[in-house]
């Protein structure tokens, strides 16, 4: 077999496993699997919110999941471990089984998105945006999007900032889908501060004159003391210096007139 075709296998029983557990230990809070491969095994990493449910009694629990994982899915020695969630309202899969559960309940799709925005934001998200498709009110599929707060679109740092999760809930109506998007200020990648920082410093280090304090006359910075930043301003400042150099031919003509 390819080592592309082993990807696609991989991905296949990754998504398989991750629509498992998400049914399995829906009570325990399912958010998020890990997999890493060891010597020994396979390490499996499950973030929930509740662990207890999990491990059950003397470890069941995670026995029964051990052999499942073992059986159905082909995992070598499967090694489970359990970490609990701090803060599950930040978590897209949490919420996305949250709100699925509002609707499956019979609760108004739009009272259960306010509410679960509102919990987003007080639990220090920078931003949040819910979409709720399907048939909504009649017969005809539509959709409705809801955001708050600051939510990157595009971009390398909305891909490390925003996650988002997608659940499905089955109605009288019909299939409703549900996407979370939630942007989280502790993954804000801090060059973006620094980089801020770094143009008023700019500014402070070239911007302002400097006192003579032989004649107390103020004179601006010169080339040499200026402190270069970007390679803009060093384009700049080759520039002026070489606005200094003599050319051969100006050499040649100071020669001729002396």
């Known amino acids: 077999m390819s080592s592309v075709k082993n990807v696609i296998k991989d991905n296949y029983n990754m998504m398989l496993?991750?629509?498992?557990?998400?049914?399995?230990?829906?009570?325990?809070?399912?958010?998020?699997?890990?997999?890493?491969?060891?010597?020994?095994?396979?390490?499996?990493?499950?973030?929930?919110?509740?662990?207890?449910?999990?491990?059950?009694?003397?470890?069941?629990?995670?026995?029964?999941?051990?052999?499942?994982?073992?059986?159905?899915?082909?995992?070598?020695?499967?090694?489970?471990?359990?970490?609990?969630?701090?803060?599950?309202?930040?978590?897209?899969?949490?919420?996305?089984?949250?709100?699925?559960?509002?609707?499956?309940?019979?609760?108004?799709?739009r009272r259960a998105t306010m509410w679960t925005l509102q919990q987003i934001m007080e639990n220090g998200a920078m931003g949040v945006q819910i979409t709720v498709s399907g048939k909504l009110r009649g017969d005809r599929s539509a959709f409705e999007k809801h955001s708050v707060g600051i939510l990157p679109r595009a971009g390398h740092h909305a891909d490390v900032i925003v996650s988002e999760d997608i659940a499905h809930v089955k109605t009288p109506m019909g299939l409703i889908g549900i996407r979370v998007r939630i942007a989280e200020k502790e993954k804000l990648i801090p060059e973006f501060e620094l980089k801020q920082k770094k143009q008023e410093k700019v500014k402070q280090d070239i911007a302002p004159p400097i006192k003579d304090e032989d004649s107390g006359t103020i004179k601006d910075k010169t080339i040499d003391e200026i402190k270069v930043k970007t390679e803009t301003e060093q384009i700049k400042i080759d520039e002026e210096k070489m606005k200094k150099i003599e050319t051969l031919e100006e050499e040649e003509n100071k020669l001729k007139n002396d």
């Not at 471990?81 to 919420?95: A, C, F, H, R």
């Open 17 to 109: 496993l991750n629509d498992y557990l998400r049914e399995k230990i829906k009570d325990a809070g399912f958010s998020q699997l890990e997999i890493s491969k060891t010597p020994t095994g396979s390490r499996i990493v499950l973030h929930v919110t509740r662990p207890g449910i999990v491990i059950g009694r003397k470890g069941s629990g995670i026995r029964e999941l051990t052999e499942v994982l073992s059986s159905k899915f082909g995992l070598k020695n499967p090694q489970i471990s359990v970490v609990e969630i701090q803060k599950p309202e930040l978590s897209p899969t949490v919420m996305c089984n949250r709100l699925a559960a509002h609707i499956e309940r019979g609760t108004a799709f």
